[in-house]
């Protein structure tokens, strides 16, 4: 399974644009790109996904570029209860099991 | 909400102790799968299920032990636990059918070894 980098924490403004950048080198050709949102005694709530390009939903948008090695979770006007741990996952949805490997995630703070 | 529902809330034990944590997925899902997640870290993956029968194992030890029934809710039991124990467990469920990879996880279960 590829591994993920990126960034422990961030802090942002509300009324902000929030990029939170991914690094995964290793990635292979059938793996795509998830991204989970989780808030303090909660689960993760699935975000967005993409293979490659750019995908946009009401929430976020997710910018891949060609090579496929770092993806870019863009959230727009940030709001104070965005406030969570977001994880970049990366896998082949196809494979048996159908686990998710969750790294340590970025913590984002949005401030007043 | 996602429709799963995790029971107990929380729960604490002794060191030794066995515990049984229930998982109740959303309606029309085949797939369950549990995480432990300890403070401060993402989610490890245990084992998932689809159609009763284990799909999947992380790399954790046999004393953690599940089962799905009929219906498809599920159960994961933990024997003589350790104080490392001491974790969130989140249960996911999905319908495993290619596509996206999204799974719905509950409010998970906080367990306590004490």
């Known amino acids: 399974l590829a591994k993920t980098t990126q960034p422990i924490s961030m802090d942002s403004y509300e009324g902000q644009e929030v990029n939170i950048t991914c690094s995964h080198n290793n990635i292979a050709t059938n793996d795509y790109i998830t991204w989970y949102q989780q808030f303090p005694s909660q689960g993760p709530r699935f975000i967005i996904q993409g293979y490659k390009t750019k995908v946009t939903n009401e929430v976020a948008s997710l910018f891949i570029p060609a090579d496929r090695k770092s993806s870019t979770l863009s959230l727009p006007r940030v709001s104070l209860s965005d406030t969570a741990v977001y994880y970049c996952l990366v896998g082949d949805t196809q494979a048996a099991g159908n686990k998710l490997t969750f790294g340590g995630g970025t913590r984002v703070l949005v401030k007043p | 909400e996602t429709g799963v529902t995790q029971s107990p809330t929380h729960l604490i034990k002794t060191r030794g102790q066995q515990v049984t944590l229930r998982c109740s997925s959303q309606?029309?899902?085949?797939?369950v799968s549990w995480y432990q997640q300890a403070l401060g870290q993402g989610p490890q993956f245990i084992f998932q299920y689809y159609r009763e029968e284990e799909n999947g194992r992380g790399n954790f030890p046999p004393r953690f032990s599940g089962l799905q029934f009929p219906n498809y809710s599920s159960e994961l039991n933990v024997n003589a636990l350790e104080l490392d124990d001491s974790a969130l467990y989140l249960c996911?469920?999905?319908?495993?059918?290619?596509?996206?990879?999204?799974?719905?996880f509950g409010p998970g279960t906080r367990l306590t070894v004490l």
């Open positions: 996911a469920s999905s319908q495993l059918a290619g596509g996206r990879n999204e799974q719905f």
């Open positions: 309606s029309g899902h085949n797939t």
